[in-house]
């Protein structure tokens, strides 16, 4: 079992920043590829980014390519997403996700195990 609780979320104006944490305990962390997803209301849940076990590999959306940044500290258990000019349609509950099988994956459906969500609203 892994659990995953999710922080930082909150009520920025667009441009601005925020900084989400997600921090997994139950199972050795450094073994896991990680996943963040985000769900706005009335829609599906989407992917967002993804980085492997040992924070060397990447991948994002393309609606989030060169503004947000995933990272982790295998140290602290704790996988970030740093997000930088937000926008207005970036508004939704993110998700942070848990894959055992390793890999950047993009579809919800490799995940195993997913935290709460932390609200994310950006103003215009």
């Known amino acids: 079992q892994v659990q995953l609780v999710e922080s930082g979320g909150g009520l920025v104006q667009a441009g601005g920043s925020l900084r989400l944490s997600c921090a997994a305990s139950?199972?050795?962390?450094?073994?896991?590829?990680m996943g963040w997803f985000r769900q706005a209301p009335g829609k599906e849940r989407e992917f967002v980014a993804a980085?492997?076990?040992?924070?060397?590999?990447?991948s994002y959306a393309d609606s989030v390519k060169g503004r947000f940044t995933i990272s982790r500290d295998n140290a602290k258990n704790t996988v970030y997403l740093q997000m930088n000019s937000l926008k207005p349609e970036d508004t939704a509950v993110y998700y942070c996700?848990?894959?055992?099988?390793?890999?950047?994956?993009?579809?919800?459906?490799?995940?195993?195990?997913w935290g709460q969500g932390t609200q994310v609203t950006v103003s215009s």
């Open positions: 996700a848990a894959d055992l099988g390793g890999g950047l994956e993009r579809s919800k459906y490799e995940y195993d195990y």
């Open positions: 139950g199972r050795t962390f450094s073994r896991l590829a």
């Open positions: 980085i492997n076990w040992s924070g060397g590999w990447t």
